[in-house]
C-alpha cells in the first residue's frame, strides 16, 4: 500500500463522505449502444494481441482518473485514523471525547494588534479579501510579526467579534489546532474545491512558528469552515449553519 493509498483510506474513516456515484450502468449502456460507437468499442476491446491489452489498460486508467477526482485530493488532506488527526488547509483537527471547556479568556495570538485595513493589506504577503455578504469587517486584526515586517494571520471581525474570518497564506507550516468530538468534520465543497466544515463548538489553539500549540490562546470556538483559495486559506467561525457559511465563503470578494 502506498502513502496515496494509505491516506485515502484514513480519510474515509475519518469523515463523512457522500456515496461515490454508480457509474456502471452508464458505462454498460455506453458499450451495448446500438451504432457505430458500440461496434467501435467492442471491435478495440476484442481485439487481439498488445493492442487489445493497451486499449483495456488506457480504459484502466480513465476509470481510475474519474474515480480519484471525485476524493479529496491526497496530499492538501492527510489523516491518521488511528491517532483520530486530519490535516488540511494549514490547521489540524484532533478528535477527542469531549470539547475541551474555555478556560477563561484566551490570550490573544502573538504580537496581535487591530489596524485599518489598507495597513494589515500592507503587512501581509497575501490579498486580504472580504465576503460581498458581510461587506467591510467591524475590526480587522493582524498577528504573529516575522523578521521582515509581515504578519502570519489576519482575522477580519463582525457582530461584534461573534463572526470572524481568518486568512493566512496557505503555503505555510499549520497555523491552527482544533480538538472536536470525532469525527466532528464533514467534506463540503466551496466553488468547486474541496472544504471541511465542523458543526460543533470545539476548541480551537494557534500554532506558533515553531510548530508548537500555544495553549494559552486556547478558546471555544463556533462552528467553522475551512476552505482554500488562490494560495490562501481561511477559517470561518460563527454561529452559522452550514449553507450560510458556504454562501458567505463563495461571496468572497
Known sequence: MDDLERELR??????????????TARVRAR????GPRRRRWRHLLAAPGPRRRRWRHLLAGALAVAVVAVLPPGRAAVADAAAGLLRFAGITVAASPEPAPSAGTASPLPAQRPVPVAEAQRGVRFPIRTPKMLGPPE???????????????ATLLYRGGALRLDAFDGRLD???????????????QVNGDFAVWIDAPHAVSYVDRNGTVRVQTARL???????????????????????EALDIARSLG
Open 10 to 23: 484514513d480519510l474515509s474513516a475519518w469523515l463523512d463522505t457522500p456515496e461515490p456515484p454508480d457509474v
Open 31 to 34: 458499450l451495448t449502444a446500438p
Open 139 to 153: 475590526r480587522v486584526l493582524v498577528a504573529d510579526l516575522d523578521g521582515e515586517g509581515f504578519h502570519r494571520v
Open 174 to 188: 499549520l497555523v491552527f489546532h482544533k480538538e472536536t468530538t470525532a469525527p466532528g468534520a464533514t467534506w463540503v
Open 221 to 243: 470556538a463556533a462552528s467553522t469552515l475551512i476552505w482554500q483559495e488562490a494560495g490562501v486559506s481561511y477559517r470561518l467561525e460563527g454561529d452559522l449553519t452550514r449553507p
